[in-house]
């Protein structure tokens, strides 16, 4: 049985039990338990065909830095809401805090808009704000290294970096000097994998260690040991396929976020420039943030959102939240695509040289299983002229085949065979 499936989702709410939802069990779990109760249950092509959206398919980030720098200011405005608490002293944040944040997304809505559709879903990033690490974190001082491990599964590490003055906000170290403090968090990180590693490989478990993993871990030591992080040794595919099972932070993706007061977010000041200097030196990137003032607008409209940056002489997108999850985004070589019609407009996130099979993989592993083809087009062309029907008048859309790779921005109708 051919199947279509894109413009024609219906969702309905799970709240973790199948017995409050009209429609059938998930075909693959059978029983649900979903990280969400909203959203849960999919029907595709045809009534009484559910299944279920479980399985991570977010981004995850972990926010780390020294206490006071403004993370869980930052996280509160990620999650636009006050979901951490934020004060003025040392370790604030005690037990790790967990959000899941909508990533901005104008592209998204404006085909939303231009489809009209009932509802309008955006990728989401899921976060982690731990407590503020500080110097010998990695041997117990302070609480930051009791919550490592909440951040060793996230795809990306966010450094957030004080750059701003305020006698009314205590700093750790007594002084504001971005390189320090990155130098600090960095070097905690180091030795956090250190003593992970060397934890993880006496010599009770030497025999069971292939060559290849032997090869790596000892590279790897060897790097920690003289203070370099993971990403930096040009370790190779076999050398990062044998080190899997040891989720090293110092191997992920890292975004520094230069935390400023509202006044410098249009124009950076002098601790932004050492940062963006770090940044350089590491093989970084830097992102401008003021998170006090993020946090104030997350609950406006969007109109006023952008009038009150415009105030600030700063171009959306430039900086902020829509530049940091845009820096995540290049870092982790992901990449947007969308499905589109009345019922729902969606944007969907793979990696950079995903096939279509695999991007219909994002929506159900039933749709990649049973891959005959896919409608696309480009969603810039389909905001120009207006919609499907004038694109495809203009031979804009195209059917293309299991070897087909996504592009960026790309607005797909799946065709899939049923098993």
Request: charged letters at 25%.
């Amino acid at each position: 049985r051919i199947q279509s499936s894109v413009s024609f989702f219906h969702f309905s709410t799970c709240s973790f039990n199948h017995s409050q939802v009209s429609s059938p069990h998930c075909r693959e779990c059978r029983t649900c338990d979903c990280a969400s109760s909203a959203s849960a249950m999919m029907m595709l092509g045809r009534a009484g065909s559910a299944v279920c959206l479980t399985g991570r398919r977010t981004l995850q980030t972990g926010l780390v830095g020294l206490p006071n720098v403004g993370k869980s200011t930052l996280f509160n405005a990620m999650l636009g809401r006050a979901a951490a608490e934020a004060s003025n002293f040392p370790f604030c944040t005690i037990d790790p805090n967990y959000g899941s944040a909508p990533v901005p997304d104008p592209t998204l809505h404006a085909l939303g808009e231009l489809v009209h559709s009932e509802r309008v879903v955006p990728t989401a990033a899921d976060i982690v704000d731990i407590a503020g690490i500080i110097k010998g974190a990695s041997t117990g001082a302070g609480l930051g290294n009791q919550f490592l491990s909440n951040i060793r599964e996230c795809d990306a590490i966010i450094e957030v970096v004080r750059c701003f003055e305020d006698p009314e906000i205590t700093h750790v170290d007594g002084t504001v000097d971005a390189a320090r403090d990155l130098d600090v968090i960095d070097m905690e990180l180091v030795l956090a994998d250190l003593a992970m590693l060397e934890k993880a490989t006496g010599k009770s478990k030497a025999k069971n260690r292939s060559p290849e993993e032997a090869t790596a871990l000892q590279r790897a030591l060897e790097g920690l040991s003289d203070g370099r992080w993971a990403s930096s040794l040009g370790l190779d595919k076999a050398d990062l396929e044998a080190l899997r099972p040891y989720p090293l932070l110092t191997l992920k993706p890292v975004i520094y976020a230069a935390n400023v007061d509202e006044d410098d977010l249009a124009t950076g000041n002098a601790a932004v420039d050492a940062v963006r200097a770090y940044a350089e030196a590491k093989g970084g990137e830097t992102v401008v943030v003021s998170a006090r003032t993020e946090e104030q607008i997350a609950e406006l409209p969007e109109a006023d959102r952008v009038e009150m940056l415009e105030a600030l002489g700063v171009v959306r997108g430039e900086v902020g939240l829509d530049a940091l999850v845009r820096a995540a985004y290049r870092r982790l070589d992901l990449i947007t695509f969308y499905t589109s019609g009345p019922t729902e407009t969606r944007a969907w996130t793979v990696k950079r040289g995903a096939t279509a099979p695999e991007a219909a993989g994002r929506i159900h592993s039933d749709m990649q299983a049973g891959f005959i083809r896919a409608d696309t087009v480009a969603s810039a062309d389909l905001l120009e002229h207006g919609g499907h029907a004038e694109c495809k008048a203009k031979g804009l859309v195209r059917t293309e085949g299991k070897a087909y790779v996504v592009n960026e921005g790309d607005v797909f109708l799946f065709h899939f065979r049923n098993k």
